[in-house]
């Protein structure tokens, strides 16, 4: 069965840091690119990052560049997402996906449960 | 920035009615990377469309996907009970790769 599993979500005082893991199982992790996709309470999704199948080349959207950090070990099959200098704007269930890329398109299939990220004093 | 803008917001349909969303992009879109994700309380986005008319493993035909350029659009042909949802379409073919707002789509 093709699963992401996240986790390291938690309440972190504004300014804190926080590590999320996502481990994957069922399908060849290290072919894939992966993501984190972030949902604030009742809102909308937001892609956060992708990193390409060997780590050399990552993306993030405005928001997090120079606070966030994607990075993956493809021999644990994890995917991680570093967040530094958090924001109260940064609550959110963030999800991993798995970003397939072929001939008939792009999209995220699979997605993990999400881990729920709470910013607050 | 491709901005992608759904309507309506909020959909009030009875089960049996025909569903049809609208997602509209500030500029053109390759229907190759406009996709629908389906996500119900407390869960994940689900892969619905992929491709703009490519329907998703899982999902059977009265959903269906179509447009081009900046309109595409998400037809549920009778809504079954477990439709009743909130649906987001995503454009994966610009950085920064976006979503919608999503419709939600409820029981009238």
Redesign the interface.
């Known amino acids: 069965e093709v699963q992401l599993v996240e986790s390291g979500g938690g309440l972190v005082q504004p300014g804190g840091s926080l590590r999320l893991s996502c481990v994957a199982s069922g399908f060849t992790f290290s072919s894939y690119w992966m993501s984190w996709?972030r949902q604030a309470p009742g809102k909308?999704?937001?892609?956060v990052a992708s990193i390409k199948q060997d780590g050399s080349e990552k993306?993030y959207?405005?928001s997090v560049k120079g606070r966030f950090t994607i990075s993956r070990d493809n021999a644990q099959n994890s995917l991680y997402l570093q967040m530094n200098s958090l924001r109260a704007e940064d609550t959110a269930v963030y999800?991993c996906a798995t970003s397939v890329d072929t001939a008939?398109?792009?999209?995220?299939?699979?997605?993990?449960?999400?881990t729920l990220v709470t910013v607050s004093s | 920035e491709i901005v992608l803008t759904q309507s309506p917001g909020t959909l009030s349909l009875s089960p049996g009615e025909r569903a049809t969303l609208s997602c509209r992009a500030s500029q053109s879109v390759s229907s190759?990377?406009?996709?629908w994700?389906q996500q119900k309380p407390g869960?994940?986005?689900?892969?619905l469309i992929?491709?703009a008319s490519?329907r998703?493993a899982g999902f059977p035909d009265r959903f269906s996907g179509s447009g081009s350029g900046t309109d595409f659009t998400l037809t549920i042909s009778r809504l079954e009970p477990e439709d009743f949802a909130v649906y987001?379409c995503?454009q994966?073919?610009s950085?920064?790769?976006?979503?919608?707002?999503?419709t939600r789509v409820e029981i009238k």
């Open positions: 996709v909308g999704l937001e892609w993306h959207v405005d999800y008939m398109g792009r999209w995220f299939d699979p997605w993990g449960q999400g | 190759t990377y406009l996709d994700y869960q994940a986005p689900r892969l992929y491709g490519n998703a987001y995503q994966y073919g950085s920064p790769l976006t979503f919608g707002g999503g």
